[in-house]
């Protein structure tokens, strides 16, 4: 699969070696940075990148990560189209696929061992959108709140 990456300083280390791990089990990685670890660096001016991306279909996937995950998340979600949400569990990462078509990963990379990330990460690769009509329905809902018509 191709796999966008993107983060700030708080998961740099994190972010290296997912795309260590994901070139290894043979996934296509595009890396929107940071490409240094900068502490007084921005989580969107790398997460914003990786999101349009997404939506734009140049990758399959995106992983989107900083010290929390939260602004991450935050920031990736407000690119119409995406679906983001910061994940802990292993059913979250599986499940925000299935049903909630959840498109960017994010994690936090001072809150997860690389352990647990790549668990996570696989998870989340392995998983597909079910498209189950009750699913459908209700992001069709969740869509008009992006074109602000409810
Ligand atoms: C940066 O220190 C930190 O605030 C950022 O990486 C992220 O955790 C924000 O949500």
Redesign the pocket.
């Known amino acids: 699969m191709r796999v966008g990456l993107a983060t ?4 740099f280390e994190l972010k290296e070696e997912l795309v260590a791990q994901l070139k290894a089990a043979g996934h296509e990685v595009v890396d929107f940075g940071a490409h240094e670890l900068n502490q007084g660096d921005d ?1 969107p001016d790398y997460v914003t990148p990786l999101a349009h991306a997404v939506v734009a279909g140049e990758v399959e996937r995106g992983i989107a990560i ?7 998340s ?1 920031c990736a979600n407000k690119i119409e189209g995406v679906h983001a949400c910061l994940i802990h569990d292993h059913f979250s990462a599986k499940q925000g696929v299935e049903d909630d078509h959840m498109n960017i990963l994010c994690m ?3 809150t997860v061992g690389p352990c647990v990330a790549w668990d996570l990460v696989e998870t989340f690769l392995n998983a597909e959108y079910s498209q189950e009509p009750r699913h459908l329905r209700r992001l069709a809902k969740v869509a008009l709140l992006d074109s602000r018509k409810v």
Do not use: F, L, Q, W
């Open positions: 700030d300083h708080g998961g989580y900083c010290g929390s995950g939260v602004g991450a935050v936090g990379g001072r």
